[in-house]
């Protein structure tokens, strides 16, 4: 059995333990009392008082009219721009400057493959490539025969070296 002295540590443990309990209970009660507290007193606030409608009032403001003593004269200059490109632009051939579409991308595609041109693939044919096909094509405009003898749409199979499977 226990002895008389275990017991009596053991009761004191336990009453100490107690003891921490309640007053940890009473201390975090009051904090939680005074956090309900708080919230009432936001949800109590009192309702404002009624009041008429405030009425708009007109302001009349003086306006004064500022002349120049000499009179400014505007002067008007006509400037006529000519466009360089057609108006809408479309890609049927010849391909040129202001041409614009699907054949004009795989034009510029075929200039970065075979020229190591360098550039943003888009579907307009500018000034920058105009002189890239005069420098590496020697022509300022593509033809439908030329289109398709140097293959650029890409259509032609291409020859690999690889033996083909059989079924």
Known sequence: MMSEQTINKGLIIAGGLLGLGILGYFFFREKEEQIEDAEFIIIEEPQPKKTEKPTIQEKVVPVVEMKPIVPLKKKEKVIL????????????????????????KQLQVYLLRNHGNQGIVNDTFDKTIEERVLKYLKVKTITASLFKKLNIAGTKNKISNDPKKKH
């Not at 466009?83 to 010849?94: R, T, Y």
């Open 81 to 104: 721009v000519e466009p360089k490109a057609p108006l809408e632009p479309n890609d049927d051939f010849p391909l040129k400057l202001g041409s614009k579409g699907e054949r004009v």
